[in-house]
């Protein structure tokens, strides 16, 4: 990836684009009658020019607010989680109404087959089915889902986005990395802690890590300097590097080599950004399950708690210190800590080594933590409103998918 040029410094730049990724709008998330699924051909309902471009956009000279009952959906297909939102337009910002998350490994073996596994395929299938209930369910006006990693890499990628579409209604739009760290980077950049200079805006997914290096200028979203994207996430750096036995030794000898690996696919971004990479100024900002584990541990939190942890600025060495010991333990201590569980007890040592490597070659002194992200890049696309600095509000009733 490191020879693709960086969201925002593409040719002709500043000129007006189209939104390259193409589908936005899913089928069948409102029951047609007979007649219109005889003759329409396209989804039913409201036509505004965003079907094609992914964004509301109002008429020449003012601003069109959607209405207050009418809502919009953003779907992340990772390679370990499938993940919803489903919110309504709130002034500058917009109100979460409902949230889904399951984890559903889709990923699971990637690494060393290339292709997605039948039960891997049939999990996801299950969950997006629930997914697709709810878009129904809450007169959805306009959604985008996207795939990543996994659809990306497995030879049958677009062979099961074809099965969703056939099974779901939903379709699936697989994304490249470079759009993938554009919406991470509008969704979550306004924690950013304040100051001057660059920071970086880090994504570890399931099959991925995206870094992005911004800049502050006069514009509400930070200037995209740089970017790579790796192809290591906690389920495929868990997959390569193999177990080879279960004494401590054995353990530490394993978590060495991940930070290997990860460094060695690293390093030439950090050489390309030069001074950039020497900064122990720079700001840093991680995005992922990993980072919001790793604070809820720090603050001792006795279950996940989003409002404790989204926006968080914690010690960069206490997330060392906690690495540490998390690499150390056995698989089953380890599920056994709270904001951890078994589901996530093997994947955990594998973001903290993708993390430790990412301080080892950016040392800043603190780490803001966000649980938002790629859904939240896409929601305000669709709703084509900026980026505001006061947290998403979100009902009492719905789970923080992480």
């Given amino acids: 990836m490191?020879?693709?040029?960086?969201?925002?410094?593409?040719?002709?730049?500043?000129?007006?684009r189209s939104n390259k990724s193409g589908k936005v709008a899913d089928f069948r998330y409102k029951k047609r009658s007979s007649q219109q699924r005889n003759s329409a051909k396209r989804p039913s309902g409201p036509k505004p020019r965003a079907?094609?471009?992914?964004?509301n956009r109002p008429h020449a000279g003012q601003r069109k607010s959607p209405g207050p009952r009418q809502s919009f959906a953003a779907l992340d297909l990772g390679t370990n989680n499938c993940r919803l939102l489903i919110a309504r337009p709130s002034h500058d910002s917009f109100t979460v109404i409902d949230a889904f998350s399951r984890v559903v490994k889709l990923g699971e073996d990637l690494a060393t087959t290339g292709r997605l596994s039948d039960a891997a395929m049939d999990r996801t299938l299950d969950a997006l089915k629930v997914c697709s209930d709810k878009l129904?369910?809450?007169?959805?006006?306009?959604?985008?889902?996207?795939?990543?990693?996994?659809?990306?890499?497995?030879?049958?990628?677009?062979?099961?986005?074809?099965?969703?579409?056939?099974?779901?209604?939903?379709?699936?739009d697989i994304i490249s990395a470079e759009e993938e760290a554009r919406l991470a980077v509008l969704g979550c950049h306004i924690l950013l802690e304040q100051g001057d200079g660059q920071a970086i805006i880090f994504d570890i997914g399931g099959g991925s890590t995206e870094l992005v290096l911004l800049e502050q200028g006069s514009d509400p979203v930070p200037r995209i300097l740089d970017w790579l994207s790796v192809p290591w996430g906690v389920v495929s750096l868990?997959?390569?590097?193999?177990?080879?036995?279960?004494?401590?030794?054995?353990r530490l000898a394993r978590y060495t080599e991940m930070r290997r690996v990860v460094l060695d696919s690293m390093r030439p971004f950090a050489d390309r950004l030069g001074d950039a990479a020497k900064a122990d100024d720079i700001r840093l900002l991680g995005t992922s399950g990993t980072v919001t584990t790793l604070a809820s541990l720090h603050l001792e939190l006795p279950q996940y708690d989003r409002n404790a942890v989204d926006g968080l600025i914690v010690p960069s060495q206490a997330m060392r210190d906690i690495s540490d010991r998390l690499s150390g333990m056995s698989r089953g201590d380890r599920g056994d800590l709270p904001c951890i569980g078994q589901d996530r007890s093997e994947l955990v040592v594998a973001g903290c080594a993708i993390l430790e490597s990412?301080?080892?070659?950016?040392?800043?002194?603190?780490?803001g933590v966000a649980d938002r992200g790629i859904r939240e890049g896409i929601l305000r696309s669709l709703m084509d409103?900026?980026?505001?600095?006061?947290?998403?509000?979100?009902?009492a009733n719905a789970s923080a998918p992480r």
């Fill in 358 to 367: 990412i301080l080892d070659i950016w040392p800043a002194e603190r780490l």
């Fill in 136 to 172: 129904r369910r809450r007169n959805v006006l306009l959604a985008r889902s996207v795939a990543t990693e996994a659809c990306r890499r497995a030879s049958n990628g677009a062979d099961f986005i074809e099965r969703v579409k056939s099974e779901t209604g939903i379709m699936l």
């Fill in 238 to 250: 868990t997959d390569t590097v193999p177990r080879t036995g279960s004494s401590a030794d054995d």
């Fill in 2 to 16: 490191a020879d693709a040029p960086p969201p925002g410094r593409q040719k002709g730049a500043g000129k007006k």
């Fill in 51 to 55: 079907a094609r471009n992914g964004h």
């Fill in 385 to 395: 409103i900026p980026p505001n600095p006061e947290s998403v509000k979100r009902p």
